[in-house]
């Protein structure tokens, strides 16, 4: 993210300027939002951003059955190994945050 901010500023300003735009719609609760953004990132098999996103969803009162299911739903999209491996990841850091 530091070189995508470096090497193209304006495109990385407007790309912060989405997410805020998202951030602020009203039509979902801050904590879904997060969830359904831990549930995205584990169908795409990217454990980096769900370990990031959790502590951010517990901090919005989200708990461990809810990060649990969030990733189980993805089960339907993905193969068991992508599903294991970010449920493995997000468990441990609610546990540990």
């Given amino acids: 993210m530091e070189n995508f901010q470096k090497e193209a500023p304006e495109v990385a300003a407007a790309f912060d300027g989405l997410i805020q735009a998202l951030i602020n ?8 939002k997060q969830l359904i953004y831990i549930g995205i990132k584990a169908s795409t098999w990217d454990d980096k951003a769900v370990y990031f996103h959790v502590p951010m969803a517990k901090k919005l009162w989200a708990t461990r059955e809810e990060i649990k299911d969030t990733i189980l739903l993805t ?7 992508w ?3 970010c449920l493995d990841v997000a ?3 609610y ?3």
């Avoid at 719609?25 to 879904?32: A, G, H, I, R």
């Avoid at 089960?75 to 190994?81: E, Q, R, S």
């Fill in 25 to 32: 719609t009203k039509w979902l609760d801050p904590k879904t």
């Fill in 75 to 81: 089960l339907t999209v993905v193969w068991i190994k």
């Fill in 95 to 97: 546990d540990n945050c």
């Fill in 91 to 93: 468990l441990n850091v």
């Fill in 83 to 85: 599903v294991a491996s």
